[in-house]
């Protein structure tokens, strides 16, 4: 008894841990809910400075929302949207909101490259220069005659032959489909007109209280735009609302699966054992297990992402089965019961079980992927505490025998066990299992791989669609990929953005890209430039008489002809410098470009829009030496394949591993009939998975890693029930009945990955109970 | 400068200026000039173009014709002194030299361009509308016999343009431009008409198919 209180006390003890360890957390504000996608993601760039551009470009996007306010009538989606602004202006929430655009003065732009003007020239109008003789007197005319110009444009005097306006008008200014007009940005679609407003948060987009900030501000400015005019829409788009909508179903799931899986529970452990003890026993164990998994992943990685809370809510269910084991052997002693005597009669079965889990988590805990190794570590402690639980807490709470006579509480699985006995002898046995997996074979085959990184956010279809109809109209591209240029200088760096340049031209004249942002189309290497002025000298400036033959012929001053040629000469050595384009205010919108100095040299990306096949960007980059495509979506598929197929053969090293803890215990024939059951789950699984069309993912395979901890815990139960094989039975089937709640539940995520898990393990777990006792018809002839 | 060149410029300069409401008596003149010019899908018309450029020894003579289509756009054909047309469309514009070759442009590849179109055919078909997105304007006269002044509304505007000035009858007949630099642009037309459809060299040069089943015919 002293033993037994002794054990009691230590739980006590460690339970005091776990609550003063997740009271000082949560003091310290530590608890914080991850609902980044990129935290959960792996390194996956080899070039530490392009995981730095990752995240850096991610982040400049993230705390950027975007609206648009459309109506039909023009000035009504105008007026509209100044309400709309001007609403979320007043929630005082926001760094910045604009609608109203800075006026663009064409004379800043224009009075930058003008000095510089004979160092410019378009890509078109160098090879005209560079391929022969230029009709200069022609591209006068064109430029006296027209009746508009394509673009800005210099005055006659100072460019006569539009060289000058030809290179402005090459300028990528205008990739957006959006318009200045009356001081706003206006697109027209769909039959409306829209007006784009965008807003800059305070902080982080992942932060639950600017979440919550930012989406009563938005609701409020757009009921505000309701009340002003009925027929305005409002279209919005950023991650912080993906973010939002994440966190809420989340926290939705972790309190449906988390209150059906805990209901769930109680209700079958009070049908089972008609008693309350179990209920409040049962809860502290989980409760423990649950409160000591949460302290341990906060201290570990020093914050819980929510995919991991999902994931924990559906734990409930797999770490009652500790304790209801040793219900049921309470159960089925009825008043022979002794505490100590009964524990040691199912510890080495307990135990095995734990062994089986951990092996199965512990593979992930490996993985070098922090969203796997969360869930793992989550997951090992949380079944560990539960574990320990029932060794420490339970024998000292429920020493006394049970009152319930064990031949009525164990009746429906007695019945059952006698059905399988009488019914399935070795042969049939042996048939059935041929039978399934004949049945399963055509689903193998229709299993289709899916390492699509989105499987780890829950993207709500309004969301989505308003994304999509924004991109649409606005012409915003949202391709994940980009290139990293270094250069040792600024003029490297320079030079290798116009090689890359050059071979994305060639992919956007086959229509592969519709554009691209580069800081080398804003400004020409040094070197580029001399072969721009060479260019003009030879084809332009070669001849001072024909100059002043051609500009007096079209009837301009002869003043003119010198001006041009004094200019030409005074330009002599100027070149125009990076620097002097950053610091220009035109640059503003384009300094996401520019990486700056680093311990390398300097870098700066270059971002391709309107892609269609990214292998066609791998090739542009391949061979240029400073030049790195990168493209986290794609490496962080190509990841999450290579961890399936890794899975996969992980899947099989744990079989054999099992297989070997199990020949420990019963020997090699005995361990093989344990596991079978297991075995023809898993088959089975993959099986109704393919019929199902379900994508075979990583956390599928995830969930068959689980499917073999669980299922072969059952077979060990009822192996190890001998004599009770009822009780047991009818521990292992509220065992199972509990984890196909909380994991079937887990099927509904609307997380794709962990819904993925959860069918996964409803099959799985469904069918490994299901032919559990299968074991008993091989043992039970063996031991007669 | 061209009269385009200078609307074009005014376009890209993003205004700050608020609406001003006009005169109810303006507003109803400008409705019904723009209305009476939208009763024909066509309007056809000769133009004389005289430039007064600083840079130019003397002032620069075009003609030519112009067709003003609601349904296609513009097109503005140069006749003399070199002959050059232009086609002003929603989606693109198009540059067609002497010898038929076109070099053409998505307006959407221009800052501006898109804006151009529509203030363009405002300005030729006088729809006040349009036109006071970024202009103040003032009408005088009536239906028969009218004029309008239209002033930039803010000082970015007014860097480029002091002036812009349509008078008419049932037509637009003379549009001049004051530039800020000095320069002005007259531009008259005459032999004006208005048709419901397109000639079929017409709807060639807007780049239109013309399968026999589906002829494009003018709007209304």
């Not at chain 1, 048939?431 to 689903?443: D, N, W």
């Not at chain 1, 391949?622 to 986290?632: E, M, N």
Request: with cysteine.
């Amino acid at each position: 008894m002293n033993a037994l209180r002794l054990r009691a006390g230590l739980w006590l003890l460690l339970a005091l841990g776990v609550l003063i360890a997740g009271a000082t957390q949560f003091a310290g504000g530590r608890v914080r809910l991850q609902t980044n996608l990129l935290a959960l993601l792996p390194p996956t760039e080899r070039n530490p400075l392009a995981e730095q551009a990752v995240t850096r470009l991610a982040d400049a996007a993230g705390d950027r929302v975007v609206f648009l306010i459309g109506q039909r009538s023009p000035s009504a989606a105008a007026a509209a949207a100044r309400q709309f602004a001007q609403q979320l202006r007043q929630s005082g929430i926001f760094r910045q909101v604009v609608a109203e655009i800075p006026a663009f003065d064409p004379k800043q732009l224009t009075a930058l490259y003008q000095p510089y003007r004979f160092n410019l020239l378009s890509e078109e109008d160098r090879v005209e220069l560079s391929s022969g003789q230029v009709d200069l007197a022609g591209r006068l005319q064109r430029k006296l005659y027209a009746p508009f110009r394509f673009g800005l444009a210099l005055a006659v005097a100072d460019d006569p032959f539009g060289l000058a306006d030809d290179w402005l008008a090459s300028l990528p200014l205008k990739n957006l489909r959006l318009a200045p007009q009356d001081g706003l940005l206006v697109t027209r679609g769909a039959g409306q007109s829209w007006v784009f407003v965008s807003a800059e948060l305070p902080g982080s987009a992942y932060e639950s209280a600017i979440q919550r900030q930012v989406g009563q501000a938005v609701a409020q400015a757009e009921s505000a735009v309701h009340d002003l005019d009925r027929e305005a829409s409002v279209l919005r788009s950023g991650t912080v609302f993906y973010a939002a909508a994440a966190r809420a179903s989340a926290e939705r799931e972790v309190d449906l699966i988390g209150a059906g899986s805990l209901i769930g529970m109680l209700a079958l452990l009070y049908l089972v054992f008609r008693s309350l003890r179990p209920l409040a026993l049962g809860l502290l164990s989980v409760g423990f297990g649950i409160a000591a998994a949460l302290v341990a992943t906060v201290w570990v990685f020093g914050q819980i992402h929510l995919i991991t809370l999902v994931f924990g809510a559906s734990l409930i269910g797999e770490a009652i089965d500790y304790a209801v084991q040793y219900f049921a052997a309470h159960l089925g002693a009825g008043a022979d019961w002794e505490a100590q005597a009964g524990l040691r009669r199912i510890a080495p079965g307990l135990t095995l079980a734990l062994a089986t889990s951990l092996l199965g988590y512990g593979a992930l805990l490996l993985a070098p992927f922090p969203a796997l190794s969360q869930i793992a570590w989550f997951a090992l402690v949380g079944l560990s505490a539960a574990w320990l639980s029932v060794f420490l807490l339970l024998p000292a709470l429920l020493a006394s025998p049970n009152r319930r006579d064990p031949q009525t509480a164990v009746a429906l699985p007695q019945h059952l066990l006698r059905w399988w006995q009488t019914h399935l002898t070795r042969r049939r046995c042996v048939a059935l299992a041929a039978l399934l997996l004949v049945l399963a074979a055509p689903g193998w085959l229709q299993l289709q791989g899916n390492d699509d990184v989105r499987l780890l956010v829950a993207r709500p279809p309004a969301l989505v669609a308003q994304e999509e109809q924004i991109r649409e109209l606005t012409g915003m591209g949202n391709s994940s990929q980009f290139f990293l240029i270094d250069g040792n200088t600024a003029e490297a760096l320079l030079a290798n953005a116009e090689k890359l340049a050059g071979r994305l031209d060639a992919l956007v004249a086959q229509g592969e890209l519709t554009g691209y942002q580069s800081l080398s189309t804003f400004v020409p290497s040094a070197q580029r430039q001399v072969q721009n002025r060479a260019l003009w000298l030879q084809k332009v400036f070669a001849d001072p008489a024909e100059l002043r033959r051609v500009l007096a012929d079209a009837g301009l001053r002869d003043e003119i002809a010198d001006q041009q040629l004094a200019s030409f000469d005074a330009a002599q050595n100027s070149r125009l410098t990076l620097a002097d384009w950053l610091q220009a205010p035109i640059s503003t919108p384009y300094r996401h470009l520019w990486l700056g100095p680093n311990e390398n040299g300097f870098a700066a990306v270059v971002l391709p829009q309107g892609v269609r096949d990214v292998t066609r960007l791998g090739d542009a980059a391949a061979s240029l030496a400073d030049v790195t495509l990168v493209d986290k979506a794609g490496n962080v598929s190509r990841l999450f394949r290579s961890y399936r197929q890794w899975g996969a053969g992980w899947l099989l090293a744990a079989l054999a591993l099992v297989y070997g803890l199990l020949c420990l215990r019963y020997g090699p024939r005995q361990g093989a009939v344990v596991l079978t059951p297991t075995l023809l789950a898993i088959a089975l699984a993959l099986g109704v998975l393919g019929y199902l069309k379900a994508p075979l993912t990583l956390f599928n395979m995830m969930g068959l890693m689980l499917v073999l901890g669980v299922g072969v815990n059952y077979a060990i139960f009822l192996r190890e029930g001998g004599v009770r094989a009822a009780a047991t039975l009818a521990g292992v089937l509220l065992s199972a009945g509990t984890t196909l709640l909380s994991f079937g539940l887990l099927a509904f995520s609307s997380m794709p990955a962990l819904a993925g898990f959860g069918l996964t393990l409803l099959i799985g777990v469904g069918i490994a109970v299901l032919l559990a006792p299968m074991v008993l018809s091989f043992s039970a002839q063996e031991n007669a | 400068m061209s009269v385009l060149k200078a609307i074009v410029r005014l376009l890209l300069v993003a205004t700050l200026a608020a609406l001003t409401p006009l005169h109810a008596a303006e507003t109803n003149t400008l409705a019904r000039i723009g209305a009476q010019l939208e009763q024909h899908a066509v309007i056809r018309a000769e133009f004389t173009q005289r430039k007064q450029m600083a840079a130019m020894k003397r002032p620069l003579l075009t003609s030519g014709r112009l067709v003003l289509s609601r349904q296609h756009g513009v097109l503005w054909q140069i006749e003399q002194p070199l002959r050059i047309s232009y086609v002003l469309g929603e989606e693109r514009i198009v540059e067609i030299g002497a010898d038929g070759a076109r070099r053409e442009r998505g307006v959407r590849d221009v800052p501006g361009l898109a804006q151009v179109s529509r203030v363009f055919r405002a300005m030729l078909g006088a729809d006040s509308a349009a036109l006071r997105e970024q202009f103040d304007a003032a009408a005088h006269g009536d239906p028969a016999q009218w004029e309008i002044i239209l002033t930039p509304r803010n000082a970015q505007l007014a860097q480029f343009l002091t002036r812009l000035q349509l008078s008419g009858g049932r037509f637009v007949s003379d549009i001049s431009i004051v530039e800020a630099g000095g320069d002005t642009t007259q531009i008259n037309f005459h032999h004006t008409q208005g048709s419901n459809a397109l000639s079929d060299t017409e709807l060639q040069l807007f780049g239109v198919d013309q399968t026999p089943s589906a002829k494009p015919a003018g709007t209304r």
